[in-house]
């Protein structure tokens, strides 16, 4: 897929509005946090006990160094193209990686583990990070900085960094939706109020961190992807309605949450980054966006594929990832994530006065 007229103007759009909203005292800001699920996982899980890995082809043919790194992706998250627009010179490492360590944490760390969410189970379950644990990683992460830079220098770069945080579909999809004596314990509006409580007890332990910017995407369209319309679709070809219905409402609590928080935290910038419009777009009219297949994501058969079940001899891989949506059974494509990347800071751009 070519650079399109619109998808070069979404591209100027991301630059401009990412500037405006993360530029403090005509700097940039001098380091980028990332917490939470596969979404921005960029190899944590590669050091863990576990088998939601994607450290191994076909995942990473199209990044930068043509190599897998753990990232849920062919290539660059939404992350990475925000790290690229900020001008930082690379991109935060994985916490648990080697090369994380001395100067190389200077522009920030990536904290997010695969399979994770807002529910603590939801990571015990398939061994990922829990948000607590990435919250105690962060918390070593400053004393480790302070050591490298100095206190003074080390509290500047907490105050002025981003932090991003991606969470909640695992706890739905891998976790809720699967577990038949979840569902008896807890009701669909009280398991979403237990996830809510867990996403404001988190910001408030980064606040108290001295995070001052951070921006949380919402959940994206889950009944529209791939592996969801195969497990949970009946057999049909469509998204999955109910479970979009059930996207939107934790959503609009989540939207309301970070209001309530933003307002009682003083000089808190709370930013709710809308991913589930853009998505949906994506996926339910993938020609008016530049794709050609949305319904199939481009590992294997395209229908069910994630992780170990995406990899080198997964037969039917698509040759051109940038014709579809999806990468494998759960996570967009590079291209994809290109234009999302857009659309997460226009979203986070009308909360800026």
């Known amino acids: 897929m070519g650079l399109s007229t619109s998808f070069s103007a979404s591209f100027l759009l991301l630059l401009l509005l990412v500037l405006r909203l993360f530029v403090a005292d005509g700097q940039l800001v001098p380091a980028l946090f990332i917490f939470g699920d596969s979404v921005f996982d960029v190899g944590n899980n590669n050091n863990l006990f576990t088998i939601i890995k994607s450290n191994f082809p076909p995942y990473g043919r199209d990044f930068v160094t043509r190599k897998p790194t753990g990232r849920f992706c062919n290539g660059k998250l939404a992350s990475d193209f925000t790290a690229d627009t900020l001008f930082l010179p690379s991109y935060p490492l994985a916490y648990l990686s080697k090369e994380a360590a001395g100067e190389n944490l200077l522009i920030g760390a990536n904290f997010a583990s695969a399979a994770s969410g807002y529910f603590d189970a939801t990571a015990d379950l398939y061994h990922a990070i829990p948000l607590r644990q990435q919250v105690e990683y962060y ?79 919402t959940l994206p369209p889950i009944g529209c992807l791939p592996a969801a319309i195969t497990i949970f679709g009946l057999g049909g070809n469509e998204c999955v309605g109910r479970l979009n219905e059930d996207a939107i409402s934790f959503n609009n609590r989540l939207n309301a949450t970070s209001q309530r928080l933003q307002n009682d935290l003083s000089g808190l910038i709370l930013v709710v980054l809308d991913i589930y419009q853009p998505l949906l777009n994506l996926s339910t009219d993938p ?44 996570h967009p494509t590079e291209a994809a994530n290109y234009i999302l990347a857009g659309t997460l800071t226009g979203s986070g751009s009308l909360l800026i006065g």
């Open 287 to 330: 020609t008016a966006n530049g794709f050609l297949e949305a319904r199939r994501a481009c590992c294997g058969t395209g229908l069910l594929e994630t992780s170990i079940l995406c990899n080198p001899h997964s037969v039917g891989t698509c040759a051109n990832a940038s014709d579809y949506v999806f990468w494998d059974g759960f």
């Open 139 to 217: 918390r070593e992460y400053q004393h480790r900085l302070v050591k490298i830079t100095g206190r003074s220098n080390a509290s500047t770069i907490i105050s002025g960094a981003i932090y991003l945080l991606s969470a909640g579909s695992s706890d739905f999809l891998q976790n809720y939706y699967i577990d038949p004596l979840l569902q008896v314990a807890y009701s669909f509006d009280r398991f979403s109020e237990i996830l809510i409580q867990s996403y404001s007890n988190f910001i408030q332990r980064l606040y108290a961190l001295g995070a001052r910017r951070i921006g949380v995407s």
